[in-house]
T-cell receptor, first 113, second 110 residues
């Protein structure tokens, strides 16, 4: 069974550009989460989808971040325009049930220069 | 405010030297405590879930325990391949997101 897959694994963009990260959860997992780790800090929650609906987006830093999950399968996280402080590793995770363990992707390392 | 604190930040052990990692938490209502292992350049890999005080889980050289204020990850006779960052995360009442600690970087020397 395939795990959680994220694309790309690395992205380097200039300040002001747009970047789109993609996450393919484990097949059949309705719950999809985005997290972010900035340098030296803990992994922090961004938002939670249940199927195609946003259940909790309390961790989204500002309106430059837009997450979508059309059709309730894969998800995208767009940053537009990117700022230097957006650099970090973005993780996607999925769960089958709402209080079961989360399975994480390998992450996308975003560097904004 | 819900908070998770892990200690120590880093730990170096000789192969075979047992030790424990600590995860203390202050939350409004614990829905579950989760331990993960993370290798460089990879995502967190699930190890254990603990739901209530007194619960224990074991897997190979690892054993996780839970009290009302903290959890321990005991590593017995570690091997170099146990070197990794160990992350603790909690879920609290009313939400399904994880709140993570900053992790403990473990290095086991041969």
């Amino acid at each position: 069974e395939a795990g959680v897959t994220q694309f790309p694994s690395h992205s380097v963009i200039e300040k002001g550009q747009t970047v789109t990260l993609r996450c393919d959860p484990i097949s059949g997992h309705d719950n999809l989460y985005w997290y972010r780790r900035v340098m030296g800090k803990e992994i922090k929650f961004l938002l939670h989808f249940v199927k195609e609906s946003k259940q909790d987006e309390s961790g989204m830093p500002n309106n430059r971040f837009l997450a979508e999950r059309t059709g309730g399968t894969y998800s995208t996280l767009k940053v537009q325009p990117a700022e230097l402080e957006d650099s970090g590793v973005y993780f996607c995770a999925s769960t089958g049930g709402q209080n079961t363990e989360a399975f994480f992707g390998q992450g996308t390392r975003l560097t904004v220069v | 405010e819900d908070q998770v604190t892990q200690s120590p930040e880093a730990l170096r052990l000789q192969e075979g030297e047992s030790s424990s990692l600590n995860c203390s938490y202050t939350v409004s209502g614990l829905r579950g405590l989760f331990w993960y292992r993370q290798d460089p350049g990879k995502g967190p890999e699930f190890l254990f879930t603990l739901y209530s005080a007194g619960e224990e889980k074991e897997k190979e050289r690892l054993k996780a325990t839970l009290t009302k204020k903290e959890s321990f990850l005991h590593i017995t006779a570690p091997k170099p391949e146990d070197s990794a960052t160990y992350l603790c995360a909690v879920r609290t009442s009313g939400t399904y997101k994880y709140i993570f600690g900053t992790g403990t970087r473990l290095k086991v020397l041969a």
